[in-house]
Every structure is written in C-alpha cells, then in structure tokens.
C-alpha cells in the first residue's frame, strides 16, 4: 500500500494534524490508531478544563476529542482502528510503516512522509526504584483513570498519591468523588509539578493534604497494598532518617511523570532531545529524517492539549507543503540553545529561510522562578527580554519569535546561535 | 492413593515430576499457590551457570554440570527460551588472579568444557563495554541464559500433558505417615500416596522436619535484582559475574533471554520466607556494585525491581533422597543457586532414586515434546503472517510494549495449566513485563481473564487470593440520595 | 463576629496567597492579592462558590459500562456530594449521545446533569 502521508496515532495530535494537513490539500492519508477509538487518553479524562484557548470554552476531555472526532469525519479521513505500528523504517526518502491490524493483517504502507504521534506512557514503579513488596493495588494514575471512567471500576477505597504531577491530582478528586479516601498527596519537590488550579479544586476542596518534598520509601502488604511509608527528603531528595511516617492503605497511585513514547522514532534511527525524551526538530517540527514530522506527546509532554492541537496543527501544515513541494529545502539551521534555567526548547534550531512570518518556541524551566524574566538572544543581540513574576516547571512556556527579526540580525552577521535564558 | 506426591511446582517440582511422568505412575503436585513457578523459582538470575562454581565431589557440581548439558537440548524439546551466550568472571585486581586461576582449577576438576583465562586485551575484545578496572577474567562459553518461567511452566505442563495431576492453591498443611506411605492434609482435604516428594523450597525444612529425626534448617537468603529496559540489553553480551573478594560475593550484569539487563542478586539471610520485599539499601546496593563490571550501566532504564529468596541450608549443598528414618519420602531440599540450571538432571536423579524404591514400567506414549506459546515479538514476518491467517487475533496487539497480542494471551489461558492471573499471564506471554510495566495492558487483561474464565474483572488477581485488582464499582462508598 | 480566611488565588500561575478578614459575613480587607483579579476570585469563593462537577452514569447493554457526565453549569461548592449522590442509582439505556440531559435541575440547583461522551 502506498500513501502520501501516514499520521501515526490517533489521540487529540494526530487528528489536528490530519485535519491541517487535508484542509491543505492532502487527499491521500490516513490515521493509525492502535486504540479501538479515536481520542486517545482523552477519552479517559472525563473532568473539565480542556479547551479554554481553542474553544473559549470549557470542556471534558472525550467533548474535547469529540469535535476533533467530528472534524476529521466531516473532512473524510481515513482512520484504521486497532491498528498497530510494528516498525518504522525509511528507504531513501521512502518511510515503510509496518502496520499489525485483526481484519488486514501485517502488511507494509509506503509513506511520502510520517507524523508522529504517538503519546506519551507513565514514569511505572520500578522506574522510580520505592522499595518493598509487589503487591496488588499499585497502579499509574493514568490505570486508575481509565478503569474509573471507563469502565466503573474502583481500583481501591484508601489511596496515597505518590507525585503531584496533574493526573495524580485530577486522580485524586475522581477517586474521593467516586467514594474512596485518599489520605495525602506526597510529592518529591519542593513544589507541585501540576497546576495551581488543580491543587486547589482537586485537593483543597476535599481537604487532601498535599505533602511537598515528601517520598515512598517502603510498601507493605503481600498479596494487597496494606500501607505506605512517606518521608521527607533532604535537598538532594534522601529521603531523611527519622521522618518516616506508615499511611495505612490498600492502594498506591503513582503520577510521577510521563515519557514520550519514542520506540518508533527510534526504530527509524531519528535523532533525540534527551531532555524532552522525544525527536529533535527544527521549526517545521521535522526530525532529522526527511519528511518526518512529530507533534504533541510524543515531541515533548505538554500541560494543556489546546497547545497540542494548535502545534499538531502546524506538522500537519508542514506534512502538506512538504508533500507539495511548497516546503523550501534544509537551509542554514540555527540551532536553539537552552540555558541557565531552561531545560529545553521546541523547535530546537530554526532555519530563517523555512520559518513562517512568525515562529512559536515553546519551552519549560528547570526550577521555581520568581520576579525572572525570560530573554532570547541571537548574534549578540537581545531579541526578546519578557518580566514573568513567576516561572514554574510544571507550566510550559512558549515565545513568539518574529521573522523579521530574525533576519535583521542574520544581516548583521552569520549568527551561530539562539539562545534562550531565564535572567534572575 | 497416589504413588507419588510432589510438594511444590517450582522448577524441581516441575522437573522431577515431568521425569516422573515417563513412568506408569500416579503423580499428582500439590501447590499452594495459584500457579506454577510463584517461588524461588520465578525471581532469580535466570541463569544456566556452567558449573565452575561448585565444590567439586558435590552434588550441586555434578548436577550443574549435568544441567548445564541438558539445557540446550531441553530447550529444544520444550520450547522454551535458552540462549548459551558464555560467562565471564571478572578479576579487578592483580593480586587476586590467583583466586580466578583457582576457580579455572575447579571448573577444570567440575568437568566444565572450554574454560579459559583472559587477559585485559582479551577481555576487552570479547566484552567491549566491561570495566576498565577488570584485570582479567574466567570465560565459560558453556554458561548460558534461560526464562526461569519458560522452563519451569515447559516442564509443569509436559507432565501435566503426560497424566500428572496438578493441584494449585492446594497448601500442604501436615504430613503424617501411614501404613505403605504417607498422608498430607492440606486445606482442601487429605491425600494419601506410597511416596512424597519434598520440593517446597524455603518451605522444605517444615516438610522434612515432619517426617524425620535428622533435621535440617533452610535459611530464606534475600537477593535483590534490577531489570533495566530492552534498550540496555546490548550493553553486554556475556553473563558478568565478579570475583568473590573479602569485600563480598559481588553481583552479576547479565542479559536476559529476551533482551532486557538484569543486575543482582544480593544476599541477605531473612527469617520470614514470604519477605519478598526489596530494600532501598539492597537496591542502591545491587546499581553500586553492578557499575563495577560494566562501563556505563545505565541505572536511569530500571524498569522493574525484585527479590527473590534462595533456600539455603546450613550444609551448603543440595540434600536429595530419602532421610535414614523415612524411607518413600524424597527430598529436593536446600535447592539454592546452581538450583535453576541443576533442575533438569536434579530431575532425573531423583526420579530415577524414586523409581528404585518403588519400581515401574515406562509408558509407551510418552509425550516428549511440548509447543510453547507463539511470540508474535520474536517472529519473522512470515510467522506472523502464517499466525495471522491462522487465527487473526494474533494480529491484535494488547501489550503494546512488549508486542503481545489477543492471540498469544487466550493461548496461554487456555493451554494445559493455563494462565488464571494477571501474573500467570505476564509469565507465560510477557504482557506487562516492559517498560510500561502493565500500565496500558493491565485493564485489557483483566478483561480477557474475565472473559475467558467466565468471572467478573473484579474477581480477576494479580496473583493469590487477596490480590484483586479491583475493589469495587464507582460510588460504591458513596451513600444513595434515597437512602438518606 | 470578625474572621479571617486564607486563599490561594488560581486565576493565574502566580498563586498568591490571599488573606480576606470579615466580620459578620462582610469582608472588610483583601490583602496578599497582586492585581484585581485576585479580590475578584476572593470575593467568589466567599460569597457563593462554585464547581462544575463530573463524574459518570452507568448504562446498561451499552458498549460501555459507563458514561461520563458533568453539570451543564457551576453548582454550589457545598453541593458535589449531594450531586454525586443523586447520580448513584441511575441507570440509562443504549444509545446516549454527547449533550443528552441525564438529571434535570440536580439538587435543586437548576443546573443539568449531561452526558459527555457517546455510548451506543
């Protein structure tokens, strides 16, 4: 089977991206979705909050994945359920995408060019090392989730919420409002890795006690989860002797971070940003193969999805002026350096003669920050100094950067770099 | 009445009575837990040592060695994964090559084929990531790699396919001698049978203890591990042992049969032979010492930690057979490392010593071989597609991670000794084993077990009884507004 | 009677923390806020609080056990519970559609209980 564009992934970025690539003019497409649904972790999150920036207003997460749903429908596009991406590989600039699916079978798809979108998975258990036994009763925020909205299912009556990151939170109101009780939040930094709002709606409002700077340091209990011991830790997160506190439970619910799912990009051998986890690109969101795009989850875990459909729009758009031959050839990469307090930048170089008029960086910093301001500087000049009264690493930050910009400074000199700094 | 009852489905179990399974016999095992392979068995290094370790003269040398022979041939005849990648005993100082060069002089006398010493060079040609402080090493291209679980559930439901009764969640409480044999009570009634087979593991001494005056005592000695994802595996090919040193027996870094690296053990005696729980100690320990073998261990793609417990006895080596004062009642006891790879001859032995104390013909139909269950992550393209068209569940994919489909997972539940838990089914295909750990797969399991067991998915466990996954349905604790 | 609450202000990422002093019901000072909206917000969760709540519907014969619902508006804060509890109980048939009313007027509060996703 041959296609002009494969979008691998189904969730909330790869149908916007389907959509911005076939309102460009790309007939020949489909979407793989290994789910038996569209709308991926979406349709798990059934609480509100979703697409205030979109929408102007707010909505559950499956409404959210509704209206992308109806939108790639009405736009005709073609998606394959239950389908699963085994291997990813290119020949020249032909990308062979080994599809698995029940009613075809294992057969290959030649693609003129491929957007990843392939989520994101929870940091599991072992990953984080918390000793003890293996019981039952230990699940990812994101298992619990799913069995609670999906299916009606309690994974438990007595919860302790290791990582505070917004999945745990939002776990946390679902399970109290379901009937359980959650005895505390513990969180490994001196700061919550969630939203604000979050804290208070999800734990304030049902008196959950958030403890900062806290981790599990054992679990008992053989066959089921019986308690968990937090403690508090020290600067370097050693947990400190003599702290320790045994929380009687039956379940453990861990939201400790989520990991770009990058088997596949792996597999085509594209080049990584360790610190996002997912593929490098430049301002056009394409890897370092060819032809390849990535947008959403799987490029660098976002906070809210309304900068995922607006960034998957744009690799959709990419996708079609590539296929098009209206995308301009690799020129001059500038690459993006982040430093002194910013961890990473998206895109991570930008080549001034692709770049739109205007070009979005979206980033996240590596501490709490407070009266900083963030400053890009290029060729020795000051492009951008924004004042931002706080920064927080749970919220991802972007700037605009202008092309005209841009370019005065690349006639001033050939500029080697563009650097992205908080200034305390 | 049964001739023989073997307590406890680990891999001796399992072994002895697939050995057993040869004979015209009535063979049942009684397991208290819901499967096969839920003790020492499923939580060890999973590997098939060559046999240089041992003292030589004992049991635990020659059965090694034996083992060691049989595993390739086994593997083959029960499908199950065995890879015989060579082992590697690293010396890190000049000083203590002496010892390496005696542990060569005692694999040579254990009848291990192919030893060598390596210096540096050497070494760093055969194994290019191994630490720059190595100074030499013991190569043993006979050691080898093996599924712990793949081995021993070959071998439960080979004997089981050949007549043997296997009775799980089945706990062994007394034992009692009668006239011709012995009677076990357990908690769901009593048997009787001409002989009884001790392989209960951390358990055994309580069962010996039981029927005999020469009493014995299993220490449960404690061995942490960690597994680090399939991307490290190829971080090293051999299995890397260290050199015992005053500073500790050290730990190993081997791959895995499937690919993964897995870094331990270490060794802590416990009293309690339930304490599987790992330590924070034990496991920054299990990272430290492991780093000392290989350059760049990558300790940040831990996917899963463990802790297995070895059965220890005080006189450091295997006691097989029958005590003096209880002839017909065998035991398997003090099964510690070389244990796993000792398990096919240790099965023989004991077999053939039970079969000279209550003689019996051999069945004429014998089934050998056993087919395991397919593994769509491991097939070619063509095996796919031939597994595919035979039954297009193959081709739904349930763990993502580690590519384990509809297919292989009703496979397993429904084979002879089929998987009933979330862990029975993560052993048998390796769903949830990746790097998710179950995270995506595990709703989609419960749903399958639920299904094909005729059960709610709140009965569905992740291993024995107590260990439900679910506790109930949303609003359960949540008082109805009529009631009010 | 004179009294003294503590907020943490979620308008925006900022987070300030918030001390309102009343007496006899009526605030008397907002300190701890940067800008207007901080009172605002204040003021709000003070005098009358509100939620959206979700939460979920079981169906029965459906491709799905359950269905995810929310109210269409805000309820009273103090209100979720008694929500939840009117929710419990109810049993819905195949097919529920997207913006479905489940619970007209719940708890007396004039706000609908919605269906929020699709099971046939």
Same mark, same amino acid.
């Given at each position: ?424 | ?136 090493? !013991?190569?043993? %291209? #006979? ?6 679980? /793949?081995? =021993?559930? *070959?071998?439960? +439901? ?93 730990? !190993?870094?081997? %791959? #895995? ?6 870094? /331990?053990? =270490?060794? *802590?005696?416990? +009293? ?213 | ?120």
């Amino acid at each position: 089977m041959k296609k002009d564009l494969v979008i691998i992934g189904g969730g909330p970025a790869g149908l916007a991206a389907a959509a911005a690539a076939r309102e460009a003019g790309v007939e020949d497409l489909v979407v793989l979705e290994r789910d038996q649904r569209l709308g991926g972790i979406l349709n798990q999150c059934i609480h509100n909050g979703f697409g205030l920036h979109t929408f102007k207003e707010e909505l559950t997460g499956p409404e959210y994945a509704g209206r992308y749903i109806e939108k790639a429908a009405a736009l005709g596009i073609s998606c394959r359920l239950n389908t699963m991406v085994v291997d990813l590989a290119a020949e020249g600039s032909v990308k062979k995408v080994t599809v698995m699916n029940r009613e075809e079978g294992l057969y290959e798809i030649r693609a003129r060019a491929v957007i990843l979108a392939m989520g994101c998975r929870e940091r599991p258990r072992g990953a984080l090392n918390i000793p003890g036994y293996r019981p039952a009763g230990i699940y990812t925020a994101g298992t619990a989730q799913r069995y609670v909205n999906m299916e009606g299912r309690m994974p438990g009556r007595e919860v302790v919420v290791l990582g505070s990151g917004d999945i745990g939170l939002i776990m946390a109101r679902r399970m109290t409002l379901e009937g359980a009780k959650v005895k505390l939040v513990a969180e490994l930094m001196p700061y919550s890795g969630g939203l604000k709002r979050n804290i208070v709606q999800c734990l304030d409002d049902f008196g959950i006690p958030l403890k900062l700077s806290h981790t599990v340091v054992d679990i008992k209990g053989k066959e089921r989860v019986e308690s968990v011991t937090v403690a508090q830790v020290d600067e370097d997160s050693k947990p400190i002797p003599g702290t320790e506190e045994e929380v009687a439970c039956d379940t453990l619910l861990l939201s400790c971070g989520l990991i770009p799912e990058n088997e596949l990009s792996e597999s085509l051998g594209t080049a990584m940003n360790p610190a996002t986890g997912g593929p490098l690109v430049d301002e056009s969101l394409e890897t370092d193969r060819e032809g390849v795009f990535a947008c959403g989850n799987v490029l660098h875990v976002h906070d809210l999805v309304d900068y995922v459909s607006e960034e998957a729009a744009s690799a959709g758009r990419n996708a079609a002026a590539y296929l098009q031959g209206r995308l301009a050839e690799k020129g001059r990469e500038i690459p993006i350096r982040a430093e002194n307090g910013v961890r990473y930048t998206v895109p991570a170089s930008i080549d001034i003669g692709r770049m739109g008029e205007t070009q979005t960086v979206r980033f996240r910093v590596s501490g709490m920050f407070r009266d900083a301001a963030v400053e890009v500087a290029c060729g020795g000049q000051v492009l951008k100094h924004i004042d931002r009264r706080v920064l927080a690493p749970g919220e991802m930050e972007q700037i605009i950067l202008k092309k005209s910009e841009l370019e005065k400074t690349a006639q001033a000199g050939d500029p080697k770099e563009i650097s992205v700094c908080v200034r305390t | 009445m049964y001739d023989v009852i073997v307590i406890g489905a680990g891999v001796c179990g399992c072994a002895i009575a697939r050995e057993l399974s040869r004979y015209r016999l009535r063979t049942a095992v009684l397991e208290r837990a819901s499967d096969v392979c839920e003790g020492t068995s499923k939580a060890n290094s999973g590997v098939a040592h060559a046999g240089f370790d041992a003292e030589p003269g004992s049991l635990k040398a020659r059965l090694n060695v034996e083992g060691s022979r049989m595993m390739e041939a086994l593997s083959k005849e029960l499908d199950f994964p065995y890879k015989r990648n060579g082992s590697l005993v690293l010396c890190f100082a000049e000083k203590d090559i002496p010892a390496l060069q005696r542990l060569y002089d005692r694999g040579q006398r254990n009848g291990v084929e192919g030893l060598r010493i390596l210096n540096r060079e050497q070494l760093k040609k055969t194994e290019p990531n191994i630490s720059d402080s190595a100074v030499a090493a !013991l190569y043993a %291209p #006979t050691g080898g790699i093996v599924c712990p679980f /793949g081995l =021993t559930i *070959a071998l439960a +439901e080979n004997a089981a396919v050949n007549g043997v009764e296997f009775m799980l969640e089945t706990k062994v409480e007394e034992i009692q001698r009668m006239e011709g044999g012995y009677r076990l009570l357990t908690d769901r009634g009593s048997f009787e049978t001409k002989t009884v087979v001790n392989a209960a593991g951390v358990y055994a001494d309580r069962f010996h203890n039981m029927v005999s005056e020469e009493k014995i005592h299993i220490i449960p000695r404690k061995g942490e591990y960690c597994l680090m994802d399939k991307k490290a595996g190829g971080l090293v090919s051999h299995t890397i042992f260290q050199l015992p040193t005053a500073y500790g027996k050290g730990v !190993l870094v081997t %791959p #895995t049969v499937h690919g993964n690296l897995l870094a /331990g053990p =270490t060794a *802590a005696d416990v +009293e309690d032979p339930e304490a599987l729980n790992t330590t924070g100690e034990g496991l920054a320990d299990v990272l430290r010492r492991a780093a000392l073998s290989v350059e760049g261990l990558p300790v940040r793609q831990v996917i899963t930690s463990f802790a297995g417990l070895r059965a220890h006895e005080e006189g450091n080596d295997f006691i097989l057979g029958q005590p003096k004062d209880a002839p017909g009642f065998f035991d398997a006891a003090g099964i510690e490392s070389p244990g796993l790879t000792c398990a096919p001859a240790l099965g023989r032995y004991l077999a053939e010593m039970l079969i000279g104390y209550l003689p019996a013909g051999k069945k004429e139909n014998f089934v050998t071989e056993r087919k395991g269950i397919p593994n769509m992550a491991m097939a070619s393209a063509e095996e796919k597609k031939r597994l595919i068209a035979s039954d297009p569940l193959y081709a739904n994919v349930v763990c993502r991670c580690e590519l384990v489909t509809e297919g292989e997972i009703l496979n397993a539940i429904r084979r002879p000794l089929g998987a009933v838990t979330l862990d029975g089914v993560k052993r048998r295909t390796r769903a949830g084993m990746g790097r998710c750990q179950a995270g995506f797969c595990s709703p989609r399991v419960v749903e399958i077990l639920a299904r094909e067991l005729g059960k709610d998915p709140g009965q569905i466990r992740k291993n024995e009884a107590g260990s439900e996954f679910l506790t109930g349905h949303d609003k359960d604790g949540i008082r109805e507004a009529k009631e009010r | 009677m004179a009294d003294k609450k503590e907020f943490v202000c979620i308008r925006c990422p900022l987070g300030c923390g918030i001390t309102v002093e009343t007496s006899d019901g009526e605030i008397k000072s907002i300190t701890g806020n940067t800008c207007p909206r901080g009172a605002d917000y204040v003021t709000g969760e003070l005098t009358d609080p509100r939620r959206t709540v979700t939460s979920l519907v079981r169906v029965r014969g459906g491709e799905m056990p359950v269905v995810s619902v929310k109210t269409a508006a805000d309820i009273p804060k103090d209100k979720i519970f008694d929500c939840i509890r009117e929710l419990k109980g109810i049993e819905l048939s195949p097919p529920v559609h997207m913006g479905d009313v489940i619970l007209e007027d719940v708890c007396g509060t004039g706000v609908n209980v919605v269906a929020t996703a699709d099971v046939r």
